[in-house]
């Protein structure tokens, strides 16, 4: 039986049954419509309809991949609203007199073609991306309009598919699925991103004919050498089982010490490891892995899938249970962060030129400060009840965006005015409470200084600070590709941050993707950051990697990373390394 060699995805290794998938076809026959307006008009509503399926999946993605991969179905979206595109629809259908399956099939395909000539490897990938929406569009445009389901399976199986679509892949059981393995695509396809998010093995560019493969075939996945081994002998199957019970025992080992703290190997500096969540799910899961409190709590799950803002009464209790579950262990929540990717039209979010750039997260304070100040007083409330069941709670709150001091004074004089009312309710406020900011902005970064005087802590959040250091829309596949934490620009952004708040007594943590990444552990630990914040799973691994490493030896990592001129460079030099 054939050992087929592709690319490494997704690392780990995967031993079981292959289910060979191919996604529904929906065939596009053109002709001239006889009634070009009910035509537009049937394609608009296929469009919002595929609109409303992407905000489930990138809900989905949320939840069981983490934000950044949310964010693939963000890009998603926008493909829907692009002016060009949309130009470009209504000109074939309504000028030329087109069938609205042929012109979607024929717009986001020469989109998608130019994607593939180019010579960037990343770009090529994105093209996937395009062909995705116009499925979902064209699938809307027929009669039932149902969503594809991907993920009907009743065993574990290993996935094999001429390529995955990020739809797809986002839509299988992740407990039915051992691995993914895909003809096309490349390591940085947007279903290799969402497969490592999910722990799942991936062999990407396999020199293989689907015909070729049969279902129920037992097959051998080694997503760290990018070996593909369909029917193997005995003896294969043997040293495979014995590579993957090394690798599940040593994360088992690892995920056995979750609960100690992450001390570096001198004993000279500890760092607290924390959550990202956005439920109390994922505070639940936050304390299965080991987590010391939250890092980020997303309160926009609150807020989504509805068309009034939600009642006192609904934030307190949401509140109160992640605080019950979370115990005194410190909780960080980020007050509502609306604009940008984050639609809220009842709250008054509009269609805007760079939305990124505008209203959005703190901003929204000068139009609604009554939604900052129903969020804090439902804190208080929330955090002063669970303190009344027995359970000491400590609130931390944080604004997301800031960029001007005038915000953040405006911001506490909202919350003193909370503070009073919840008092003259009868209830006592908690013991421990602190009051900080996001550094997203660059602003706040370079100004960390000043910001210090008026808060308790910082939190950076290296997703949205790379994007607008580097001038990245990390939302435009064109250009997204750019956006790395490792750039010099924004790792002399976090050392400035960090030096800043330590030289005012104030302690800093990291929410971004890169507090999870095991790369960028020795660097930050140089930088001496307090806390590192991430996807519950994630934690055990980077504790263990904290242990594993000297203060003075992360010093001089950290040191030589501020010195390169190219993300390339630091992140071949961190590639190299070796925990002392």
Known sequence: MPRYQGQSGSPGIAIGPVFVYRSQQVTVSEHSADDSISEWRHLQHALQQAH????????????????????????????????????????????????????????????????????????????????????????????????????????????????????????????????????????????????????????????????????GTLAIVNGDSGLFNVGPTLHELEIARKEKELI???????????????????????????????????????????????????????????????????????????????????????????GGDKEFPYLGTQKEPNPFLGWRGIRTIRERPDILEQQFIALLTAAAQTRASGTTCDLRIMLPMVSSLAEVTRAREIFEEAQTYVRTQGFPLPDKIQFGIMVEVPAAALLADRFALLVDFFSIGTNDLTQYALAVDRTNERVSGLASPYHPAVLHLIDTTIRSA??????????????????????????????????????????????????????????????????????EYLKQLRPH
């Not at 307090?530 to 242990?547: G, H, L, Q």
Request: overall charge negative.
């Open 52 to 215: 409303t399926q992407l905000i489930a999946l990138e809900e989905r993605a949320r939840e069981i991949a983490g934000e950044e991969e949310a964010v693939i179905f963000t890009a998603h979206r926008l493909f829907l609203s692009d002016e060009e595109l949309l130009a470009t629809l209504q000109t074939m259908v309504l000028r030329e007199h087109r069938n609205a399956k042929a012109a979607v099939y024929k717009a986001f395909e020469q989109f998608a073609e130019a994607l593939s000539s180019l010579e960037d490897e990343y770009f090529r990938s994105r093209a996937q991306d395009v062909r995705d929406v116009a499925h979902r569009v064209l699938r809307c445009l027929q009669e039932s309009g149902k969503e594809e389901k991907a993920g009907e399976v009743v065993e574990p199986i290993i996935v094999v598919a001429e390529d995955l679509t990020p739809s797809d892949t986002i839509q299988f059981d992740r407990d039915k699925i051992l691995a993914i393995v895909t003809s096309r695509g490349g390591p940085t396809s947007h279903t290799v991103i969402l497969a490592r998010a999910m722990e799942i093995p991936a062999v990407v560019s396999v020199p293989l004919e689907l015909h070729d493969i049969r279902n």
């Open 248 to 338: 599940n025992s040593r994360y088992h080992f690892v995920l056995s010490q979750s609960t100690l703290p992450a001390v570096t190997k001198d004993g000279s500096f500890q760092s607290k490891v924390v959550a990202n969540i956005g439920s109390t799910e994922d505070a639940k899961s936050a304390i299965d892995f080991g987590a010391e409190g939250v890092g980020l709590f997303r309160t926009e799950f609150l807020y989504l899938q509805r068309n009034n803002i939600p009642t006192l009464a609904e934030q307190v209790r949401a509140y109160q249970n992640v605080f019950k579950v979370m115990g005194n262990r410190p909780v960080v929540v980020r007050t509502l962060d609306i």
């Open 502 to 571: 330590h030289s005012a007594g104030k302690w800093v943590g990291l929410c971004g993707e890169l507090a999870g990444d095991p790369l960028a552990v020795p660097l930050l630990l140089g930088l001496h950051l307090d806390e590192f914040s991430m996807a519950p799973s994630f934690i055990p691994v980077i504790k263990d990697i904290i242990r594993q490493w000297s203060l003075p030896a992360a010093e001089a990592v950290a040191q030589q990373c501020l010195r390169f001129s190219l993300a390339a460079d630091v992140i």
